[in-house]
């Protein structure tokens, strides 16, 4: 299932990772030809825009051509458009909306970009029933796009996405490792084929460790990941499985190892226990002794605790050089550290617009957030803050994240916002538009309904200090305050 946050490690494909946008510059285009061919049907991919100036505007390429083959290739998505586009010699095949198909041979500098913009993939989903699956735990009613159990190596590479290898077909492996689509986040949650398969309930599940070590032999790096079912995969299967990754580092760079969500949606499903504080408290020590035994073997802890765990255990949380580069941080692990360092940082250069902020977040989160607030306020001159931590009734109280709020969640708490004060919540909150809320309803619904100074932020140390820059925004267009 798909894994949320924006950073990852770097693409080692040398390659800039965009979804739909393929913008590049157009000097270092050295020569082109063309000639048109016969009629062909019209598969490959569509072009949705041109930028203006680019090379593909030079080319003569228009909005709804479709790029059907690049070099002799056929072309399937936004990806083989990249991996050829990159090369210095390009042949490409354009079919145009009447069935005509143009030939364009094209001389350019390796790395220069046509600049345009392709239909989106369609994501590829799986035939998986996973024990702690969140799509089956989800309120019914809701959107389509919350129901969709998305297992797509694309995205995987693109966006951090975790799969578990169960739907990938020999092309595909082929695909992965020619194109070196690397790295890729792997959902393991156990090692041992009996159990895993119990965990996924998938209809083929071939053991994991082979399909890992052809990836890796085709050099592939893979960052997995371990969803902990308390009494299931910990104990000694959680021992194995580390111990049998940690034989694949570095192919295996590293393992997160997060704690079961369990919403109040699980009707008709397995029964599966949350992990309470001792529970935390007992893995942490073991966590502890795996990073050691780790250290002292590959030179790398390899194996990171969630913030959840230490939340819950009521543990600090780990200074930054523990989570060596943050390689997980896509599945949140470390975000909070990540997020002590860089307020450290950005305190230290900046000085945030005075304001009196209502910052909302779940949880999990909420203590932590209020002393950095707390922090900040101390050192700003006529910046004022407080937290309110957010329950999370969309998805029940055992959710506690931030990114699982819901806009029913925020609009509630909004009602504890004092006179004057701005309200502000990080954008992790809404999807992609920033403006949409897991459950529909939308920043710009709650800003008129509600309160009209509703202010997003970049989720982070920068976008808590940007709130009153927000606010100044925002009260351009709508507010009142
Ligand atoms: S069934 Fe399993 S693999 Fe499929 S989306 Fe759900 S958690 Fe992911």
Sequence with gaps: MGAGGDLRSPPEWGLERTLATLLGETPGLASMTDHRRGDLPGEGVAITGVGHGSLGERLGLLPGDRIVAMNGQPVRDLLDVQFHGAAEELELVVARGDGEEWELSVAKDAGVGLGLELQPMEIQTCDNHCVFCFVYQNPRGQRSSLYVKDEDYRFSFLHGHYITLSNLTEEEYRRIIEQRLSPLYVSVHATDPGLRAYLLRGKHMAPVVPQLQRLIRGGITLHTQIVLCPGINDGDHLRRTVADLAELHPGVRSVAVVPVGLTDHRKGLPVLQRADEAYARRFLVDIEALQDACLGRLGSRFVFAADEWFVL??????????????????????????????????????????????????????????????????????????????????????????????????????????????????????????????????????????HPGLTVVAAGAEGLLSAGDGHAACHAAHCSL
């Design 313 to 450: 255990a009521g543990s600090p949380i780990p200074p930054a050089a523990d989570y060596e580069g943050y390689p997980q941080i896509a599945d949140g692990v470390g975000s909070m550290a990540l997020f002590r360092e860089e307020l450290r940082v950005a305190l230290a250069h900046s000085h945030p617009r005075p304001g009196r902020f209502c910052f909302f977040t779940g949880k999990l989160f909420g203590p932590t957030l209020a002393a950095h607030v707390a922090a900040v306020a101390e050192s700003s001159v006529g910046w004022q803050g407080r937290v309110v931590y957010l329950e999370n009734r969309f998805f029940g109280a055992g959710i506690t994240v931030a990114g699982l709020l819901s806009g029913a969640d925020v609009r509630r708490g909004l009602a504890q916002c004092q006179s004057g004060e701005i309200p502000v919540i990080p954008d992790v909150m809404l999807a992609e538009d920033r403006n949409t809320f897991l459950d529909s309803l939308t920043v710009a619904q709650l800003r008129r309904e509600i």
